[in-house]
């Protein structure tokens, strides 16, 4: 029954130090289309206020996958590695953020995943795997916990 | 009247906001930019072996607009919460229209709290994303 590891419920990635670059938001701000300069140019964020440039709401999603690089670079599993994703029937089900404080180019922030658990639903049609992300800062604590629900279509 | 934060009462919709048309070109630089190299987003061949006809986008991309739909709104700073579901797929070509609807304004430990219904939809009249903000006024 499914493709995702079950064993791994439960299991607390070891944190991952990830330190945002100016550049990186920049690029992700204008890919989405984000025309805010504080998402684009350090001065313009230092004139709004903001120490440097400003992630945007969902760049929490990136962070995560920045760490997930990192860790396979280090040969420990990735996030989907670990759970055993497989990318030919996976669907991404679900997304939330729940937003403690800013991020800005600059932050080194740690990240850690959490593997809460798996269901079955549409009599087994799917299988989800529910994972809860969190982005700490060393100094300012939480900055977001991220929770998600990664699909595999099985019927 | 535009509504605002300070104005929005139950039922009222925020401002809209419009995304696309979605292109090969914006799956392959939102899988730059966002490090998701998921092949089922940006390489036809791989979409193809998978049993799909296409590739489609990035479910992320559109919540991204799902955000600039909010923080648009409300200013990044007073986003407190941001949900989405999604509901089908966006191919190539989709432009994606995001909407709110405030459906709750409350006062919790001193501060004024709404909770906005969002939405997105693409062209055909599909509805691709479907969730929740709750904002700090």
Redesign the interface.
Known sequence: MGIFDRSTEGHVTPPVEVTLERG?IA??A?????A?PVHLDADAAQAAGHPDV?A???YA??VG??AG?KAARQDQPDLLTLINGD?????????????HG?MYAGDTVSVQNEVTGFSDPKGGKLEIAHVTTRITHAERGPIVTATRGIIHRLG | MTITPQNAQIGDMIPDHKFGPVTRKSLALYAGASGDHNPIHIDLDFAKKAGMDDVFAHGMLSMAQLGRLVTNFAGQANVRHLDTRFTALTPVGAIVDCTGEVTDRREEDGETLLTLKLAAHIDDGTQTLKGEAIIAV
């Not at chain 1, 204008?30 to 984000?34: D, F, L, M, R, V």
């Not at chain 1, 990318?87 to 937003?99: I, N, S």
């Open positions: 990186a690029f992700f204008e890919t989405i289309g984000e805010d400003l945007p709401a969902t999603v990136v996958t920045f690089q990318l030919r029937v996976l669907l991404h089900g679900t997304e939330a953020y729940d937003y800013p």
